[in-house]
């Protein structure tokens, strides 16, 4: 009955690898959100979807590629990885976009 | 959207003592999230306070709010080593906005 979930919960992968994280939320809500959080511990938006519609796209780069197949689901792509993209990732919902948000476990991942 | 700017960056107190963390920031709101992160896991929704409320309970958390400061505070009574974690707070203006989180207090409870 896990309300936010994500995997894998851990990544390891080497350069240059493309490699996806996957998030489902069964709470029913509209709006997904995914975070990077680095090592010094702040945590940055990166996306948000509405109803499948992005709605927030921070400065990312373009091999950072959210997929929204239905409100349940949020998936992030990531081309071409580099070691600055190790970090854990998380994914969140709320049922409206200002609402509290409900984070998932967090997916660490490691670019060596 | 807008940062909440947490204070003090970091606390450590007994078990069984009172912890109080505050909030500032600067545009008006529609409410205030206060979240916690224990090492290693996500993030924990704790308290939502609308802009017209002035205080909030749920257990051992207290959260006060003053629109006219622009500050929240969460105090959370009786600490255990459990509370143990960082607190974030979020400050929420339209659903337009997006979450800007700050470094957040960490507070280490020693047993």
């Known amino acids: 009955d896990t309300a936010v979930s994500q995997t894998p919960k851990y990544l390891v992968t080497q350069m240059g690898n493309d490699k996806s994280i996957k998030c489902e939320q069964n709470?029913?809500?509209?709006?997904m959100y995914w975070y990077k959080q680095d090592s010094k511990k702040f945590l940055k938006i990166m996306f948000s979807?509405?109803?499948?519609?992005?709605?927030i796209n921070e400065t990312v780069p373009n091999r950072f590629s959210p997929k929204s197949p239905d409100k349940a689901h949020l998936n992030l792509h990531i081309n071409s990885l580099e070691l600055g993209d190790s970090a854990v990732y998380f994914c969140?919902?709320?049922?409206?976009?200002?609402?509290?948000?409900?984070f998932g476990p967090g997916t660490r991942l490691t670019v060596t | 959207s807008q940062q909440g700017e947490e204070d003090p960056q970091a606390l450590s107190i007994q078990e069984g003592e009172n912890a109080t963390m505050n909030c500032s920031y600067k545009?008006?709101?529609?409410?205030l999230q206060w979240y916690r992160q224990n090492s290693g896991r996500g993030l924990v929704h704790l308290i939502l306070?609308?802009?017209?409320?002035r205080e909030k309970h749920s257990g051992r958390l207290r959260v006060t709010l003053d629109t006219s400061k622009k500050s929240s505070s969460l105090l959370i009574t009786a600490s255990r080593a459990a509370d143990t974690a960082s607190y974030f707070c979020a400050p929420r203006g339209t659903s337009y906005d997006k979450v800007i989180f700050g470094p957040g207090t960490s507070l280490s409870v020693i047993p």
């Open positions: 979807y509405n109803n499948k519609e992005l709605i």
């Open positions: 709470l029913g809500h509209d709006t």
């Open positions: 306070i609308r802009s017209n409320e």
């Open positions: 969140a919902s709320s049922l409206e976009r200002n609402l509290e948000q409900y």
């Open positions: 545009t008006s709101i529609n409410n």
